[in-house]
């Protein structure tokens, strides 16, 4: 058995060092963005909260808020309505549901195109 065991190569074993990286690539860093050669990102001058940012968006297009009011209105009415049994009065406001939903949509179309085609500053 001596023999067997002196005729095996002695691999020496190498301990496995903690402070030492893994192979391959280097992990990402979520706290830092991604280093982009040739990109130069533009600074945030500051946060917007979601008040300043509705304020800003409904100067914008005044018509899209009012289109969903007009929507949510039309809705709501016509939903009591027919709850109290006025059947022509009903399908009357939902139909104005429809336009009201067709003008916000035409109010989002034409804001959409409208940013597009502005210049850039």
Request: aromatic residues 8%; positive net charge; proline residues 12%.
């Amino acid at each position: 058995m001596a023999a067997a065991a002196a005729a095996a190569p002695a691999v020496p074993e190498r301990a496995a060092s903690p402070a030492a990286p893994p192979p391959g690539p280097a992990p990402f860093d979520f706290s830092q963005p991604p280093v982009i050669e040739g990109f130069t990102p533009l600074p945030r001058l500051k946060e917007e909260t979601f008040k300043e940012k509705f304020m800003r968006k409904t100067k914008e297009n005044p018509f899209v808020p009012i289109g969903c009011l007009g929507t949510a209105g039309a809705l709501l009415y016509g939903l009591r309505a027919f709850h109290q049994g006025k059947t022509r009065q009903s399908q009357l406001l939902m139909r104005g549901r429809i336009f009201a939903q067709g003008f916000t949509v035409v109010a989002l179309v034409v804001g959409v195109l409208g940013t597009a085609l502005k210049p850039k500053q």
